[in-house]
């Protein structure tokens, strides 16, 4: 399994429209981050979780050329605004895209998207086909995807298990189960969005004490705020098995 970052920012992206902080200003290319997804590659099966605004330019930048589908995590602009550009996918493989998402997810989809699913379509829109998932394990091509629940403050997001690896972002609260679940997870990636406390979101110091309660052998921080500083600076600052992941870093899992 192949699983390359395509974004690792928070919803306003690094650098930040307007901003002269010393993240935004970085010339390191580690400290700039489009919004938060990654691509999984498992032999021919191509997926990615969530569509953010920036899906367009991390698809040419990755080189991503097949999709075969989409998960989703929850329902925020940031997460889901570039859902029109899997047209090319739906072109070049004439045929439609399966979205996955829990109902409230599918539904605010069909709304923001409302005119995909429109009695009478426009030509060239994209083509796709929901898939209505819960809290129970489901399958791809004949790979098991478990979702891990967690709570963004209020809101129920979904983080994701395939096999050792685990993926959870948009999280400021993981229920004891869900920590079951994540059990012998090999290698974890956990949104740490800022050192300062925040409703929403873990805090690098929160992030840090979750990984180590779950203990995976490596551990990679994402959905980042330019408030947390530059990259390099605060990778040095982490303890031994965990880092801050950033966008196009690969990774090739067992």
Do not use: W
């Amino acid at each position: 399994m192949k699983v390359t970052f395509l974004g690792t920012g928070t919803s306003q992206g690094v650098p930040v429209i307007g901003c002269a902080c010393q993240a935004c200003n970085s010339l390191d290319f580690r400290d700039k981050r489009f919004r938060a997804s990654i691509h999984i590659q498992i032999d021919e099966l191509s997926l990615v979780i969530d569509t953010g605004p920036d899906f367009r330019s991390q698809v040419l930048r990755a080189g991503i050329t097949k999709l075969d589908a989409v998960i989703y995590t929850h329902e925020h602009k940031d997460h889901t605004a570039g859902l029109d550009d899997i047209r090319p996918f739906n072109f070049m493989q004439q045929k439609d895209i399966p979205i996955f998402g829990r109902p409230q997810v599918l539904e605010q989809i069909k709304r923001e998207f409302a005119y995909i699913f429109a009695d009478k379509r426009y030509p060239g829109i994209p083509m796709v086909e929901t898939i209505a998932i819960d809290e129970m394990p489901f399958s791809i091509a004949g790979i098991t995807i478990t979702p891990i629940p967690v709570i963004h403050y209020k809101l129920p997001v979904m983080g994701f298990r395939i096999g050792d690896f685990t993926y959870i972002t948009d999280a400021s609260f993981i229920p004891e189960e869900s920590f079951k679940l994540i059990e012998g997870t090999e290698t974890l990636v956990l949104n740490a969005l800022q050192k300062e406390s925040h409703i929403s979101h873990f805090t690098l110091g929160e992030a840090v004490e979750i990984a180590r309660q779950i203990g995976a052998k490596q551990t990679y921080f994402t959905h980042i705020s330019h408030k947390l500083g530059v990259h390099n600076a605060v990778d040095q600052e982490l303890p031994e098995g965990i880092a801050l992941a950033y966008d196009g870093l690969q990774l090739t899992l067992d």
